[in-house]
Nanobody, 127 residues
Framework: QVQLVESGGGLVQAGGSLRLSCAAS????????MGWFRQAPGKEREFVAAISWSAINTDYAGSVKGRFTISRDNAKNTVALQMNSLKPEDTAVYYCAADDNGSKWYLRRNEYEYDYWGQGTQVTVSS
């Protein structure tokens, strides 16, 4: 069983930055594809970013590309999401997720492929 715990959310003004972190338990973290998703009020959960087990590959939703950066530290079992130039439309609950089949990179944007989820952390961007 894998547990994911997010931290780093909060309230920030438009144009500001936040760094989300996700700490994972489990001895095989280095094999997981890790993703970040978000859900705004009244909207469906959407893909934000993903990183392959080796960190060689990353992927971003078009709405955050160039502003957000995903990274991981397999030695520390952590994944981070650096969010810069935040906009009010980035307001959402952000979830960290893990896919324990590291070979399925082609499914990285599909939330149903992820096996483990954190509890979520609120990010609010004021205008």
């Amino acid at each position: 069983q894998v547990q994911l715990v997010e931290s780093g959310g909060g309230l920030v003004q438009a144009g500001g930055s936040l760094r989300l972190s996700c700490a994972a338990s489990g001895r095989t973290f280095s094999r997981y594809i890790m993703g970040w998703f978000r859900q705004a009020p009244g909207k469906e959960r959407e893909f934000v970013a993903a990183i392959s087990w080796s960190a060689i590959n990353t992927d971003y939703a078009g709405s955050v590309k160039g502003r957000f950066t995903i990274s991981r530290d397999n030695a520390k079992n952590t994944v981070a999401l650096q969010m810069n130039s935040l906009k009010p439309e980035d307001t959402a609950v952000y979830y960290c997720a893990a896919d324990d089949n590291g070979s399925k990179w082609y499914l990285r944007r599909n939330e149903y492929e992820y096996d483990y989820w954190g509890q979520g952390t609120q990010v609010t961007v004021s205008s």
